[in-house]
């Protein structure tokens, strides 16, 4: 069975950095593109980053690009989140994802909460 | 950036009904890259169909989806008391993917 956990999630000030981690199981994560999805509280779903299998090519939403880094382990079949830089607006439920283009977003993780406040 | 808008904002029905959701992109959408949600609160989103009309693997078929271009539909043809959720639409194009806003599955 596939199965992505989020972990990392945490209470942290506008300006600080936070890693999130998305252990993934159940299937062959070499082979798999990673996304982060988020969601703000009482919001809807908005896409983040996309990693393909071996960390050649890297894409981001405009709202992150320059602060967040997707970055993968193969080895213990890991993805990561590092964001810098934290805005209020930055508070959501994080989801990391499996997706090919044509494959839609198949298996998601159960999120990781993430608070930007003072 | 591709926007979606989803309407109608709201849902209405009662078990048993219909529901017709829409999806229309602000540019056209290669439909291979057209994907439709169902999130119910407190839980991650689930995918329903892929390429615009393929149901995803273990997806009841009173679900279909179907469009072209910039209009796209999903359609619950006989609604279950655990299809009321929030139905998301999504999009991949210009390296980046977009959400819609979200419609919601009430009962009536």
């Known amino acids: 069975e596939v199965h992505l956990v989020e972990s990392g999630g945490d209470l942290v000030q506008p300006g600080g950095s936070l890693r999130l981690s998305c252990s993934a199981s159940?299937?062959?994560?070499?082979?798999?593109?990673m996304h982060w999805v988020r969601q703000a509280p009482g919001k809807g779903l908005v896409w983040v980053a996309r990693?393909?299998?071996?960390?050649?090519?890297?894409i981001y939403a405009d709202s992150v690009r320059g602060r967040f880094t997707i970055s993968r382990d193969n080895a213990k079949s890991t993805v990561y989140l590092q964001m810098n830089s934290l805005r209020v607006e930055d508070t959501a439920v994080y989801y990391c994802?499996?997706?090919?283009?044509?494959?839609?977003?198949?298996?998601w993780g159960q999120g990781t909460v993430v608070t930007v406040s003072s | 950036e591709i926007v979606l808008t989803q309407s109608p904002g709201t849902l209405s029905l009662s078990p048993g009904e219909r529901a017709t959701l829409s999806c229309r992109a602000s540019?056209?959408?290669?439909?291979?890259?057209l994907a439709w949600y169902q999130q119910k609160v407190g839980q991650a989103p689930r995918l329903l169909i892929q390429?615009?009309?393929a149901r995803a693997t273990g997806i009841p078929d009173r679900f279909s989806g179907s469009g072209s271009g910039t209009d796209f539909t999903l359609t619950i043809t006989r609604l279950e008391p655990e299809d009321f959720a929030v139905y998301y639409c999504?999009?991949?194009?210009?390296?980046?993917?977009?959400f819609g806003q979200g419609t919601k599955v009430e009962i009536k």
């Open positions: 390429g615009a009309s």
């Open positions: 159940g299937f062959t994560f070499v082979t798999h593109w």
């Open positions: 990693i393909d299998n071996h960390e050649n090519d890297m």
């Open positions: 994802a499996r997706g090919g283009l044509a494959h839609g977003f198949d298996a």
């Open positions: 540019q056209s959408v290669d439909s291979s890259f």
């Open positions: 999504q999009q991949y194009g210009d390296s980046a993917w977009t």
